[in-house]
């Protein structure tokens, strides 16, 4: 079993930065693939971020690609998700979430474990 709690999250203005986090607790942490998704208002939940368990290959979504990076410290059992030059259409609730594979996945079913989510809102 996995515990996730993100944190970071709040309101910014168009343009800004956040950086959220997501700490890791119960089984070994560094050996789950870790992504990072959202979910805006009357949407579904989309993909956003991934990083396996070495920090060795990243996947990111095409409307974030270039402005967001996802990142891990497996000692801190922490990984990290940088947003820069965000945009009204980033505002959603972001989910931190765990899976026990090696590679890259970007599907919310390939997914075991889900935090509580973060709400992150960028003004115009």
């Known amino acids: 079993q996995v515990q996730l709690v993100e944190s970071g999250g709040g309101l910014v203005q168009a343009g800004g930065s956040l950086r959220l986090s997501c700490a890791a607790s119960?089984?070994?942490?560094?050996?789950?693939?870790m992504g990072w998704f959202r979910q805006a208002a009357g949407k579904e939940r989309e993909f956003v971020a991934a990083?396996?368990?070495?920090?060795?290959?990243?996947s990111y979504a095409d409307s974030v690609k270039g402005r967001f990076t996802i990142s891990r410290v497996n000692a801190k059992n922490t990984v990290y998700l940088q947003m820069n030059s965000l945009k009204p259409e980033d505002t959603a609730v972001y989910y931190c979430?765990?899976?026990?594979?090696?590679?890259?996945?970007?599907?919310?079913?390939?997914?075991?474990?889900w935090g509580q989510g973060t709400q992150v809102s960028v003004s115009s």
């Open positions: 990083i396996t368990w070495s920090g060795g290959s990243t």
């Open positions: 979430a765990a899976a026990r594979t090696w590679g890259i996945v970007r599907s919310t079913p390939a997914y075991d474990y």
């Open positions: 119960g089984q070994t942490f560094s050996k789950e693939t």
